[in-house]
């Protein structure tokens, strides 16, 4: 048996039984699906993802990537070759490809149940095969060039990295220094150095092709200091023909000078990536092409940050998932101790230790937040699917695209820190000694989830772009628009008033959550007064995670409400024992983070209301 353990059934219940998602299949773009076949891809991607893709996870663990710096080159190890190339083979990445482009349509909901699956096998095996997803930046953004080359990216199933990163610019892209040098023929000579530049060298596909920001040199109006200044280069690894895609077998002057020895999904490669060094190789430059012909860099790089945010959120919760299930059969058969009402008794029968208190909170803890964050991500997808459908319709819904954008932070930032957190302190726990030995997968899941809260933005930068940018520049309509989503829902009577006192605390959790964005709506505004104080800017910086984590309480807490509902009113049906037991138990997970978790949201509004400047005061050396 694979390492990897899904839940269909919860993905299943939420596309359709909360979030309604029959309402979009066969309609505009998706005429061609229906529910059963929605199911039917979701059952197969099921079975591919517990098999062949998990089958390399670990090994690929044991034996990572080997790095030949003598030709530049990476050795993928070959067990998970077979499980990349089962994955390309089976076709599921060409769901997220337009028909134009050979992909099957199908919606962003949709999409996102996928990807959970096989995120949750093998994420790596996801993340390398992210070429034919980038060709659709090309597609949407590219002159006629640059779409035959999205072509080529997908006929030929070619790699493709986000290339952003430099080691003195970090999370500050707009200070990188990577330069683009325009040439007679139109191209550009790429020159400089990236770091942390996920998938950039492997033996899995013929060419990878490099979407590179870089500052133009010697261009009017263009190049200029920050991100406003950058543009998007596409470079590839080898060179090719244009017409046929066929590589010309001439190098292109980019290439991988170090991997990364990493603490876990180590055979996912992390590069430096240098361009343009007449030192290496045969001293060719980086040659480049600006996509679209058009100086807009960080709008169209933006396009994939977006997608690799969500995905970053959905890997995480996957895991947890997967570590939650796993740890739950453990304490199915972990005989250990008495019961705790016979503890006094030495002869009393030893036991499972599901039937301990402690274990119980934990495994309901891991249970509710894990079905609270997957209900985060389909209904931030099922809010995709609004803007997909109005964008095939030749129509903008921005409503729909703001909410997304509010959303996307609580999936990346509040997903990955919940999950790792949780897999540590919680799933792990649960197998004692045992889960931190590599018989069991789970101390791989905690060295792998980490890396979720850091790239594609830290915790912290997502919660800045929460206030700062979908909040604050939004003018909170965004926020304002959900929050009165979770009031309606809160002044409903269904459940037979079951749910009453749950409906209370998320009234009272969203009441709090509110507070601490006034709190720190007040102090930006202070901050920037002509006779306030600048530096109440920092009581907002201290708030701003603390803001993403209240929120992404609140909205789970919500969704997990929503789904308790329609539970209860199966609950009242006939129903077959398995059913039953799924519906008690999204009842008890709703009550239970409504009960446990919400009530924590009155101290961290206390918290962000009482925020001085003391921290701030203090000197570096007392620290």
């Known amino acids: 048996m694979g390492h990897y353990k899904s839940n269909l ?71 998970f070759k077979k499980s990349f190339q089962a994955y390309m083979d089976a076709g599921f990445y060409q769901l997220e490809l337009p028909s134009e482009l050979g992909g099957q349509t199908t919606p962003p909901s949709l999409q996102w149940a996928v990807n959970e699956l096989t995120l949750g096998a093998n994420p790596a095996v996801y993340i390398y095969s992210a070429g034919p997803k980038f060709a659709t930046v090309l597609w949407n953004n590219g002159v006629e060039r640059d779409r035959k080359i999205a072509r080529h990216m997908i006929e030929r199933q070619w790699g493709a990295t986000m290339v952003l990163t430099e080691p003195d610019a970090g999370s500050d892209v707009g200070a990188g220094r990577t330069r683009a040098i325009p040439q007679p023929d139109g191209s550009w000579h790429i020159e400089g150095v990236k770091r942390f530049i996920t998938s950039a060298e492997h033996d899995m596909s013929e060419n990878i092709v490099h979407l590179v920001l870089a500052r133009p040199v010697g261009v009017e109006g263009h190049g200029g200091p920050g991100t406003k200044g950058l543009s998007l280069f596409v470079v590839p690894k ?12 001439e190098r292109n002057g980019v290439y991988v000078t170090g991997v990364e020895h990493k603490m876990g999904i180590k055979v996912s490669t992390t590069c430096e990536l240098t361009f ?30 977006e997608h690799a945010r969500m995905m970053v959120g959905t890997k995480a919760i996957a895991t947890l998932s997967t570590g939650y299930l796993n740890a739950l059969d453990y304490a199915k058969t972990r005989i250990q101790g008495a019961d705790l009402i ?3 008794d030495k002869a009393a029968p030893r036991v499972t230790i599901t039937h301990h208190p402690d274990v119980r909170r934990s495994l309901l803890t891991q249970k509710a937040f894990v079905e609270g964050m997957r209900a985060l991500v389909l209904y931030t997808a099922s809010i ?21 954008d509010l959303l996307l932070p609580i999936v990346k930032g509040y997903g990955s820190e919940r999950s790792w957190v949780l897999l540590g302190t919680e799933s792990l726990q649960t197998f004692g ?58 002044g409903r009577q269904a459940g037979n008033g079951q749910l009453k006192e749950e409906r209370e605390l998320l009234q009272q959790g969203l009441i709090d959550a509110g507070a601490i964005v006034e709190t720190m709506v007040e102090s930006l505004t202070a901050a920037g007064s002509p006779e306030g104080d600048p530096r109440d800017v920092y009581k907002v910086g201290l708030n701003t995670t603390r803001l993403l984590m209240a929120f992404g309480d609140v909205v789970c807490a919500w969704l997990l409400l929503r789904g308790a509902e329609v539970a209860l009113d199966k609950l009242n049906t006939d129903l077959t024992e398995s059913e039953q037991r799924f519906y008690e138990g999204k009842v008890a997970s709703a009550r239970w983070f409504a009960r446990t978790v919400l009530p924590k949201l009155a101290a961290e509004r206390a918290i962000a209301e009482a925020t001085d400047l003391a921290v701030m005061d203090l000197p570096e050396a007392a620290f």
Request: net charge negative; proline share 4%; no cysteine.
């Open 384 to 404: 995709q699917d609004r803007v997909a459908l109005a964008k095939a319709a030749g129509e903008r819904d921005v409503a729909a695209e703001k909410l997304n």
């Open 238 to 249: 080898h060179h090719f023909d244009l017409e046929t895609g066929e590589l010309t077998g």
């Open 276 to 305: 343009g060094d007449p030192s290496i190789g045969a001293g060719a430059p980086a040659r480049g092409w600006l996509l679209g012909e058009v100086h807009d860099g960080i709008a169209q790089m933006f396009q994939v940050i």
């Open 9 to 79: 059934r919860d993905i299943v219940f939420n596309l359709f039984e909360v979030l309604g998602r029959d309402e979009v299949l066969g309609r505009g773009p998706y005429e061609d699906l229906d529910h059963d076949t929605a199911v039917a891809v979701l059952t197969e991607v099921e079975h591919l993802a517990g098999t062949k893709l998990a089958d390399s996870f670990a090994s690929s663990d044991h034996e990572p990537p080997v790095f030949d710096p003598a030709d530049h080159t990476v050795a993928v190890p070959a067990a």
């Open 433 to 490: 000694g045992s889960g931190f030995l590599q018989d069991y997968p789970i101390e791989q899941y905690v060295r792998d989830a980490k890396i979720d809260t850091l790239y594609e933005g830290t915790t912290a930068i997502q919660g800045q772009d929460l206030f700062f940018r979908k909040i604050v520049r939004n003018k909170g309509l965004a926020l304002g628009a959900i929050s009165a989503e979770i009031m309606q829902f809160i």
């Open 342 to 344: 016979m503890a006094a």
